[in-house]
């Protein structure tokens, strides 16, 4: 490989220019990546050097493997062939092309800003792309890059780009095309209960595993829920194989007697992990709102209620523990059709093609919270669950057999761990409960408290204008409407990076959260 060379220079907020970007080798081959962390992949990639007999190594980077797949296989393969989260540039001066890529499900984040006259620049985050001034009447659009897809874009001699071809290189019903480079090869096939449990739990087990390698010390979030107990209890299981030199650390963040606190401590217990309580108020979140609003580049309701608990518990594990690589649940409310509101689901086939729609559109929502508000203090996100075998293989599943089951959700995922004393049976059959709720108690949720706040931050008046205030996604409560207020304060004129509010289906909804529908029961114990 003539003159190849692979170096990470975007971090969040930084953007990568062309039509202006000065200092480019010709004939170079350059691999740039926003925040391009292969996950603990440096087994698959040390695999997939030594099943290609790449020799020709000039660096110890992760990252470098690219320019090698890419020139043996081209963009598309390549990027088939990354078992991880990641978002890249690659740019191949030789024969004037620039890559755009990014992970199947958004994990890492990547924006794009690209002119009518070819001026592209990309950032890790949209806030780095809205200073950069270009000669454009009306100002370019910021816009997040695809989820599972490549770019290509010819280079011309000026430095300016056209685009040529945008397509998908993988869907979260496929089978990944590095399933055969994997430590776990084939499944036993069918679909009889017992197989099928099984697999959940091979898959599974393989995908926190392959997450283990890390440099820097490994800790979990652990609220009390389903998912990060599953987590939490095979990250310290398989640690104590490995012979990791240190304790896996826990986190809860919550009052002292919300739900959440309660169940994590008694996880944390039950599987013997350095467990760390971080006391929430309300006071403490209402003063972090504005800051993760920043962070986000969201005014989603849900997403900003649950990150405030996600920012400050991550602040506290940067200030106060050397955990770094922090393993998390997301993704497994939609995988396993984990809302409460699948149980009103008109047909097994409605609720097959919503968890779909929802793994689609993660990197707007529950990725987003989930790296946004950890990377704001420089932790590293883990999330097993959305593990492309994993995630394949559930979705492959009878639309019938992931529905909730006798009043349950994600019915077929406990009974995937039933009997193995993995974590306690309370917990392995608790109810669902947002995180934004769950750190509070049932008496008084967060979301209760926070609209009680706004009452006096937000008038009637303003209210009542907000349809031409902000025509597009009009807010229709004091607190929608100090969100976006926020927002457009920090991001004047972006609203359309936002598509739509989350909200649950099947049901007459007029707030996100759980506790608001007709059908949430709370735990007896709460």
């Keep these: 490989m003539a003159a190849g060379r692979c170096e990470c220079i975007c971090t969040h907020s930084e953007a990568k220019t062309f039509g202006g970007w000065p200092g480019v080798k010709k004939g170079s081959k350059e691999a740039t ?58 740019l191949d001066t030789a024969n004037r092309k620039v890559f755009l890529g990014r992970d199947t499900y958004g994990v890492r984040p990547m924006f ?20 950069i001034t270009h000669s454009m009447s009306s100002p370019p659009k910021i816009t997040p890059f695809l989820p599972g ?10 430095g300016k780009v056209e685009s040529i ?42 995908a926190v595993r392959k997450r283990l390698m890390a440099h820097r010390r490994i800790g979990c979030l652990l609220s009390g829920g389903l998912d990060s107990s599953l987590v939490a209890a095979m990250l310290v299981k398989l640690a104590k194989e490995e012979k990791l030199k240190y304790p896996i650390q826990t986190f809860a963040i919550g009052a002292e007697d919300s739900p959440d606190i309660l169940a994590a401590r008694m996880v944390a217990s039950y599987i013997g992990s350095e467990h760390h309580e971080v006391n929430f108020t309300p006071e403490e979140g209402f003063k972090a709102v504005e800051e993760v609003i920043f962070h986000l580049e969201t005014y989603d309701i849900t997403t900003i209620r649950a990150s405030v608990g996600m920012y400050l518990v991550s602040k506290y594990i940067r200030e106060k523990t050397d955990s770094v690589v922090i393993f998390s649940g997301e993704g497994s409310d939609e995988l ?65 057999m992931r529905q909730p089951k006798d009043g349950v959700e994600k019915h077929l995922l406990r009974d995937s761990f039933k009997g193995l004393n993995l974590i306690p049976d309370e917990i392995l059959w608790r109810r669902k409960e947002a995180f934004s709720d769950g750190m509070t108690s049932v008496k008084k949720s967060w979301y209760n408290s926070l609209q009680d706040q706004m009452e006096s931050e937000v008038n009637d008046y303003d209210l009542e204008k907000a349809p031409k205030t902000f025509p597009f996604l009009p807010p229709r409560t004091k607190e929608a409407y100090f969100y976006r207020q926020v927002f457009e304060k920090l991001y004047p004129g ?9 909200m649950p289906r099947w049901i007459n909804a007029t707030d996100p959260s759980a506790r608001t529908l007709s059908i949430y029961k709370p735990d007896k114990d709460q």
């Excluded at 897809?149 to 000026?158: A, G, N, Q, S, Y």
Aim: glycine share 4%; hydrophobic share 40%; aromatic share 14%.
């Design 33 to 90: 990546s926003l925040q391009e962390k292969h996950q603990g992949q440096t087994d698959i990639l040390q695999k997939l050097k030594k099943q290609f007999e790449f020799t020709d190594y000039q660096t110890k980077v992760d990252g470098e493997i690219l320019l090698h797949l890419y020139e043996r296989f081209g963009i598309q393969k390549m990027a088939t062939l990354l078992d991880g989260v990641f978002a890249f540039i690659l």
């Design 336 to 400: 396993t059709q984990g809302y409460i509101y699948f149980h009103k689901a008109p047909t097994p086939k409605a609720a097959a093609e919503e968890s779909v729609r929802l793994m689609k559109e993660l990197y707007l929502f529950d990725v987003l919270r989930a790296d946004r508000t950890t990377a704001a203090h420089g932790l590293e996100l883990r999330v097993p669950f959305l593990d492309h075998r994993f995630t394949a293989y559930y979705l492959s599943l009878p639309e019938e």
């Design 149 to 158: 897809h490549f770019e290509v874009f010819d280079l011309k001699p000026t």
């Design 112 to 131: 794009k800003l690209l002119t009518d006259n070819g001026f592209l620049a990309v950032s890790s985050e949209a806030k780095g792309l809205t200073d």
């Design 494 to 502: 972006q609203a359309k990076w936002l598509s739509h509010y989350w």
């Design 165 to 206: 071809q945008m397509d998908r290189f993988h869907y979260c019903t496929q089978e990944p095309s590095h399933a055969v480079y994997d430590t776990v090869e084939m499944l036993p096939s069918g679909f009889v209960p017992e197989t099928v449990k099984s697999n959940i739990r091979l898959l599974f087990e393989n």
